[in-house]
């Protein structure tokens, strides 16, 4: 069964991870292009914080899951 705990950290990967998508993949030319995806679209140099906050949130997500999982057992 998941603890309370680690179904936290799965709404809030889920909730960021929506949260940047809809920020970059929103019609935008702030910035100099970064990184072409594709000809219509690319990664923004405004969307580069936005995409750190992401990893981040992600990375410290991983480790409340781990240590989760140390303290159940």
Known sequence: MMTPS???VLLLVAVQSLLTAAWVLRPNDDGRVVLVLTREHGLHSSDVP???LWFVV???CAWV???TGR???
């Open 6 to 8: 680690r179904a936290l």
């Open 71 to 73: 303290r159940d057992r």
């Open 65 to 67: 899951w781990t240590q």
């Open 58 to 60: 992600v990375a410290g």
């Open 50 to 52: 936005v995409v750190v």
